[in-house]
């Protein structure tokens, strides 16, 4: 049984995907690939009864999710008192354009994680925190920035959300239309969409002769399990 | 005062930016240009104290943000007993690169819309909602899909939510470094982004001499305010 391997998440009243059970994955592998080629996350936490959906940075280290932010910011501040958090991420694969305008969809792979955040106190886990979030927005860009100070990673507040209760939801392929619609003369399929680069803009106040580095000329995500291949 | 005008939201606690106010907007052009660009959304809502955060695709029709689900769909139908909703719509621009690790930062729009959310039950108005849907992710495909028969429409479920209480928030431009930080030698600056669109992959089940419709093949998302504008 899935939910009891070391590979497989154990399913819980709130992971266990209900509407579509065939688009879940409980698997590992899904899960952190998804996490690891998302840019960005939405964090929901309640406070006073009422919901909040913050974007927010994120960065995987093995089985923790680290979240980024201000010693300033709200959303940190609340989820370091160790409430209750829903971290989902989501990656837009392409739209599903169907026969019948009711069977229109996305294609999509999107991870749900639960559970309480702690806050990261320790300064050298702060720095390694802090090295994963860089990294996962521009790998290699670690090597090359000024690391942080003592005075500045007391102003990043870090959290560390431990990945263990999480699933994972995926819609990949064609449209699924009525038999009877099949016939019909009109285009149907998918249009993938994906995050692309443009040129890279320098800062107005760089100084001239510092050539842009490789890593962002050569800029991509990280290709994870599940994610279509691009076609020629 | 913006508060006071018709062209702005009215500030309420929690649509109130507290974290980097000057990046906050609360004019209705900007939020509805993020609504509109923007393909799916992110709801958060709670049941029993735990907060649940799904993406989910929406359609602005004027000030309402349709959701569209199906009937069963847990979500649609826990919104559907009008609980507190926080709807949370994010485009990443780009990626900010700055001389030290702890200013990297990124560029993005994002809209908060607070409120209770109210089942669409009238038939006219789900099939205008379906419509602005499928509008809202293929613009020019409703005139060609097969339209929804009574029966589909009985078996979609949408929701509608009032733009009452919205913010937005937007960061654009370049890096903000320390102002020690400018010498170090060093490349710092913009890495923009965008969600692009590939070649079209036709259901397999289509039939030969079908054309890939312009909308498909010129696929592009409407242009809000604050979009940065690609630079050759």
């Known amino acids: 049984m899935p939910s009891q391997t070391k590979d497989h998440f154990t399913r819980t009243p709130r992971t266990t995907v209900r509407r579509r059970p065939a688009r879940a994955r409980y698997d590992r592998q899904t899960v952190h690939a998804i996490l690891d080629e998302a840019l960005f996350c939405h964090v929901g936490f309640v406070v006073d009864g009422q919901p909040f959906v913050i974007p927010t940075i994120h960065a995987r280290l093995r089985e923790v999710v680290y979240l980024h932010g201000s010693s300033a910011s709200r959303m940190l501040r609340t989820l370091a008192e160790g409430v209750e958090v829903c971290l989902t991420a989501t990656i837009l694969d392409g739209l599903v354009l169907a026969r019948s305008a009711f069977h229109h969809s996305m294609n999509y792979r999107s991870v749900m994680v639960f559970g309480r955040a702690r806050e990261v106190v320790d300064l050298r886990e702060q720095r390694r925190a802090l090295q994963a979030v860089v990294e996962h927005v521009v790998p290699g860009?670690?090597?090359?920035?000024?690391?942080?100070?003592?005075?500045?990673?007391?102003?990043?507040?870090?959290?560390?959300?431990?990945?263990?209760?999480a699933s994972a939801k995926v819609r990949t392929g064609p449209p699924l239309d009525d038999e009877s619609d099949y016939e019909l003369p009109l285009w149907a399929g998918e249009l993938p969409l994906r995050l692309t680069p443009l040129a890279a803009r320098p800062d107005p106040r760089l100084p001239g002769g510092i050539a842009v580095p490789s890593y962002v000329t050569g800029y991509e995500r990280p290709i994870g399990p599940g994610r279509p291949k691009p076609e020629v």
Request: glycine share 0%.
């Open 141 to 165: 860009r670690w090597a090359d920035a000024r690391h942080p100070s003592e005075a500045e990673l007391r102003q990043t507040k870090l959290l560390a959300l431990a990945l263990s209760e």
